[in-house]
């Protein structure tokens, strides 16, 4: 048995993925098949005695996708770049084309080479050319529809596909009567139609490409957290070696600075380790002799060696990718509302085409007629608004979340987020800031506490302790200018010294007191701080204490409202964190928060969210970090905030990029919005093609109310304006800030 992963282009929802799979599995000699819509990708086990990589790339060739060769690292960025040059074009071309074929009707002035009544060959010419471009733009969307047609499971491309090919086929037919000299019937064209429909379904496969890119760069990162080599101890001496080379039970050595290679035991040395990227700890972990380091945890200050334990596909990290991955494979499709009803509607409108074709015959209309009425039903039934419905307000629905600080990367979850009655915060980076920040300072000195934090942070600076950053935030936060500061000296696990105008400073923890001998007479005020969870910093100025200030990761000012906003919608809300319980608890009862869950590993939150979604309820998990990645990835919205680890924003599904969590609550508001208006614009598109349909077949020929190309081609137009004018109104939906 062989195992092969084949890079595949085509899918464009998972009916593409679910079709695919089963297509692979009925053929003889493959054993499994596992077809991922995100990554774009299928993992094929087969009897390599029976079939070759040839013939299975024939076979998804058959079920009507493309096997681009076997899966790598895709260059991300530089298909981006064709995309948008591509998508770019088209829209030049988009452009061009309704100002040719409509720029009259608002007063734009006449391109007069391409004037439709004094130059028809020219403007029909013209305007074929280009939405020929256009149809080989929407080559994948023809082929979808026709693929789904003929396996008898009609889809949006299938109504797309039928209502272009019928706009263009039948203007086709027209353009040739044109040249030929019957210039009268230069009015009957409607080629723009079948170009825009594909254009606007494009941009949405342009946007949701966009994200599916953004999750393979996530899983790129989460590879790339660990360092390409290292050094080992062999016979006593240090080899540097590529991190593929290291073997279970070799010795390897992290300086201060550098990141851990492999998952390991501390055999030798002691040092503080930055772990958040895992635990959500935003604290540093101090790691002695017999503590496990973990691959990519970066060390801060001091020498360690270590023996490794799990590597390659058994480590930490590649756990987490395959969390990542395994939780976008089995997120549940969520097919849109015109899909659903595209299975009845296209068959119909055939039927309808097709009997009517020949009763016109049978009675005696001649041929000509009768498929001019057979044609006439399909241009009428062409679903321009219907194919604008569902994009067009999901586009400006996504276009106003961003202007509001709300990243889309998904269309589902406009979908989605209405549905939401559970809501999960991690409470590192999400319900606090995931960084120190000073909380409390206690003042002994008439100095004041403006120019004790610019003394501490101008020494600060020149520190690498994260603690230190509380006070650089500080200083640049509210534009404070440093002071110069001489001999400084860091000493490791107790804090820094230096010297400010010739005084000497020391700023550091109760130990450094000790180091140089001072009296600790705040011990009372320390035991306050602590008790909030606060690191206490001690600032002392010629070996006196002048101030003691509280750092800790505090809460976000505006989680609070967040909470009860959500649970005025009657949404659950938990709290999941690898904290500890007592810690989580305060800050839960904080901010009003139904639920806790504390002690958690990353593998465990996405066994958490697995365990509501099973009892039917629909989850949005809210979190910053490494290790909310597979849980952002598992549930069915995961959200990130910007100023959060790069990999959990790129594995959610939206990203706040402002510094506060009242995106949550736009968004479902905005789902709920947006899901309105295209219901709205689905009932507006059938209410148009309900109406004009039955005038297409003929039904009122005997009271003298007929159709021509020209009423359909109104028809299609007032039912895209009506559609587009109503996904507009999305644009006054007000956000809190």
Same mark, same amino acid.
């Given at each position: 048995?062989?195992?092969?992963?084949?890079?595949?282009?085509?899918? +464009?929802?998972?009916?593409?993925?679910?079709?695919? @799979?089963?297509?692979?599995?009925?053929?003889?000699?493959?054993?499994?098949? =596992?077809?991922?819509?995100?990554?774009?990708?299928?993992?094929?086990?087969?009897?390599?005695?029976?079939?070759?990589?040839?013939?299975?790339?024939?076979?998804?060739?058959?079920?009507?996708?493309?096997?681009?060769?076997?899966?790598?690292?895709?260059?991300?960025?530089?298909?981006?770049?064709?995309?948008?040059?591509?998508?770019?074009?088209?829209?030049?071309?988009?452009?061009?084309?309704?100002?040719?074929?409509?720029?009259?009707?608002?007063?734009?002035?006449?391109?007069?080479?391409?004037?439709?009544?004094?130059?028809?060959?020219?403007?029909?010419?013209?305007?074929?050319?280009?939405?020929?471009?256009?149809?080989?733009?929407?080559?994948?969307?023809?082929?979808?529809?026709?693929? $789904?047609?003929?396996?008898?499971?009609?889809?949006?491309? +299938?109504?797309?596909?039928?209502?272009?090919? =019928?706009?263009?086929?039948?203007?086709?037919?027209?353009?040739?009567?044109?040249?030929?000299?019957?210039?009268?019937?230069?009015?009957?064209?409607?080629?723009?139609?079948?170009?825009?429909?594909?254009?606007?379904?494009?941009?949405?496969?342009? #946007?949701?490409?966009?994200?599916?890119?953004? +999750?393979?760069?996530?899983?790129?990162?989460?590879?790339?957290?660990?360092?390409?080599?290292?050094?080992?101890?062999?016979?006593?001496?240090?080899?540097?070696?590529?991190?593929?080379?290291?073997?279970?039970?070799?010795?390897?050595?992290?300086?201060?600075?550098?990141?851990?290679?492999?998952?390991?035991?501390?055999?030798?040395?002691?040092?503080?380790?930055?772990?958040?990227?895992?635990?959500?700890? =935003?604290?540093?972990?101090?790691?002695?002799?017999?503590?496990?380091?973990?691959?990519?945890?970066?060390?801060?200050?001091?020498? %360690?060696?270590?023996?490794?334990?799990?590597?390659?596909?058994?480590?930490?990290?590649?756990?987490?990718?395959?969390?990542?991955?395994?939780?976008?494979?089995?997120?549940?499709?969520?097919?849109?509302?015109?899909?659903?009803?595209?299975?009845?509607?296209?068959?119909?409108?055939?039927?309808?085409?097709?009997? +009517?074709?020949? /009763?016109? %015959?049978?009675?005696?209309?001649?041929?000509?007629?009768?498929? $001019?009425?057979?044609?006439?039903?399909?241009?009428?039934?062409?679903?321009?608004?219907?194919?604008?419905?569902?994009?067009?307000?999901?586009?400006?629905?996504?276009?106003?979340?961003?202007?509001?600080?709300?990243?889309?990367?998904?269309?589902?979850?406009?979908?989605?987020?209405?549905?939401?009655?559970?809501?999960?915060?991690?409470?590192?980076?999400?319900?606090?800031?995931?960084?120190?920040?000073?909380?409390?300072? !206690?003042?002994?000195?008439?100095?004041?506490?403006?120019?004790?934090?610019?003394?501490?942070?101008?020494? @600060?600076?020149?520190?690498?302790?994260?603690?230190?950053?509380?006070?650089?935030?500080?200083?640049?936060? $509210?534009?404070?200018?440093?002071?110069? /500061?001489?001999?400084?000296?860091?000493? =490791?696990?107790?804090?820094?010294?230096?010297?400010?105008?010739?005084?000497?400073?020391? /700023?550091?923890?109760?130990? %450094?007191?000790?180091?140089?001998?001072?009296?600790?007479?705040?011990?009372?005020?320390?035991?306050?701080?602590?008790?909030?969870?606060?690191?206490?910093?001690?600032?002392?100025?010629?070996?006196?204490?002048?101030?003691?200030?509280?750092?800790?990761?505090?809460?976000?000012?505006?989680?609070?409202?967040?909470?009860?906003?959500?649970?005025?919608?009657?949404?659950?809300?938990?709290?999941?964190?690898?904290?500890?319980?007592?810690?989580?608890?305060? !800050?839960?009862?904080?901010?009003?928060?139904?639920?806790?869950?504390?002690?958690?590993?990353?593998?465990?939150?996405?066994?958490?969210?697995?365990?509501?979604?099973? @009892?039917?309820?629909?989850?949005?998990?809210?979190?910053?970090?490494?290790?909310?990645?597979?849980?952002?990835?598992?549930?069915?919205?995961?959200?990130?905030?910007?100023?959060?680890?790069? !990999?959990?924003?790129?594995?959610?599904?939206?990203?706040?990029?402002?510094?506060?969590?009242?995106?949550?609550?736009?968004?479902?508001?905005?789902?709920?919005?947006?899901?309105?208006?295209?219901?709205?614009? %689905?009932?507006?598109?059938?209410?148009?093609?309900?109406?004009?349909?039955?005038?297409?077949?003929?039904?009122?020929?005997?009271?003298?109310?007929? #159709?021509?190309?020209?009423?359909?081609?109104?028809?299609?137009?007032?039912?895209?304006?009506?559609?587009? /004018?109503?996904?507009?109104?999305?644009?006054?939906?007000?956000?809190?800030?």
């Amino acid at each position: 048995m062989k195992t092969i992963t084949l890079m595949i282009d085509g899918m +464009t929802c998972s009916a593409c993925s679910s079709g695919l @799979e089963k297509y692979l599995r009925k053929q003889n000699g493959i054993k499994e098949v =596992s077809v991922n819509l995100v990554m774009g990708n299928a993992r094929v086990e087969y009897d390599d005695t029976l079939l070759s990589q040839k013939q299975i790339e024939i076979y998804v060739k058959e079920a009507g996708f493309q096997s681009l060769g076997l899966w790598k690292d895709t260059q991300i960025e530089q298909e981006q770049t064709k995309a948008n040059r591509v998508l770019l074009l088209f829209t030049i071309l988009a452009i061009a084309l309704l100002y040719i074929c409509m720029g009259h009707m608002i007063g734009l002035p006449a391109i007069p080479y391409l004037e439709m009544h004094q130059n028809p060959i020219h403007y029909t010419v013209t305007i074929a050319l280009i939405t020929i471009l256009f149809l080989w733009y929407g080559r994948d969307i023809l082929k979808s529809g026709w693929n $789904h047609l003929i396996h008898k499971m009609p889809n949006m491309d +299938t109504l797309v596909g039928i209502g272009v090919m =019928s706009s263009f086929l039948y203007s086709m037919y027209y353009a040739v009567q044109i040249i030929r000299g019957n210039t009268q019937l230069v009015d009957s064209l409607y080629f723009e139609s079948a170009a825009i429909v594909i254009y606007f379904i494009q941009l949405g496969r342009y #946007m949701d490409k966009r994200s599916k890119n953004k +999750t393979k760069e996530a899983i790129e990162q989460l590879v790339q957290m660990t360092p390409k080599e290292a050094y080992i101890k062999q016979s006593g001496k240090e080899q540097k070696v590529t991190i593929d080379e290291i073997q279970k039970g070799d010795i390897v050595i992290c300086r201060p600075g550098e990141k851990i290679a492999v998952d390991g035991i501390i055999t030798d040395g002691t040092a503080h380790m930055d772990e958040s990227f895992i635990t959500g700890e =935003s604290k540093q972990q101090k790691k002695v002799v017999g503590d496990t380091v973990i691959a990519g945890s970066f060390n801060y200050d001091g020498y %360690l060696e270590y023996q490794a334990e799990r590597i390659g596909k058994d480590s930490t990290i590649s756990e987490i990718v395959r969390l990542v991955v395994d939780a976008t494979n089995t997120k549940p499709p969520i097919a849109t509302l015109a899909d659903q009803v595209s299975g009845y509607f296209v068959p119909t409108v055939i039927g309808l085409a097709i009997i +009517t074709f020949f /009763v016109y %015959l049978i009675i005696g209309n001649p041929f000509s007629e009768a498929f $001019h009425t057979f044609v006439t039903i399909l241009v009428v039934a062409c679903p321009c608004s219907l194919g604008l419905a569902t994009p067009l307000a999901i586009i400006i629905g996504e276009g106003i979340g961003a202007k509001n600080g709300i990243l889309i990367k998904k269309s589902e979850v406009l979908e989605m987020a209405q549905k939401i009655d559970t809501v999960i915060f991690d409470k590192t980076g999400t319900i606090t800031y995931g960084s120190p920040k000073m909380e409390q300072i !206690i003042c002994y000195d008439a100095m004041e506490e403006q120019n004790v934090i610019q003394m501490v942070g101008s020494l @600060e600076k020149k520190s690498v302790h994260p603690i230190g950053k509380a006070f650089t935030d500080y200083l640049s936060e $509210h534009k404070i200018t440093d002071i110069k /500061v001489e001999n400084v000296q860091e000493i =490791s696990g107790y804090g820094i010294v230096g010297t400010i105008q010739e005084e000497e400073i020391l /700023v550091g923890n109760a130990k %450094l007191l000790q180091q140089y001998h001072i009296e600790n007479s705040h011990l009372k005020d320390e035991k306050k701080l602590t008790a909030n969870q606060n690191s206490v910093v001690y600032v002392v100025k010629n070996k006196k204490i002048i101030a003691l200030i509280g750092v800790n990761d505090i809460i976000r000012k505006d989680v609070k409202q967040v909470i009860q906003l959500l649970q005025k919608r009657h949404i659950k809300t938990i709290m999941l964190t690898g904290d500890h319980e007592e810690t989580a608890s305060r !800050i839960a009862k904080q901010v009003g928060i139904d639920h806790v869950i504390a002690n958690v590993l990353p593998s465990e939150k996405a066994n958490v969210i697995a365990s509501y979604q099973k @009892e039917k309820h629909h989850v949005m998990m809210c979190g910053d970090g490494m290790n909310d990645s597979p849980a952002l990835a598992s549930a069915d919205i995961g959200v990130s905030i910007h100023s959060g680890n790069d !990999i959990a924003t790129n594995t959610a599904d939206v990203i706040l990029m402002q510094d506060h969590l009242y995106g949550i609550v736009n968004l479902i508001h905005m789902s709920e919005k947006t899901i309105r208006n295209i219901k709205q614009n %689905l009932f507006w598109a059938f209410f148009y093609n309900i109406l004009m349909i039955p005038l297409a077949m003929g039904i009122f020929r005997q009271i003298g109310i007929t #159709m021509n190309p020209m009423i359909a081609s109104l028809s299609m137009t007032l039912s895209s304006v009506t559609v587009m /004018v109503n996904a507009l109104r999305l644009k006054k939906i007000k956000f809190i800030q």
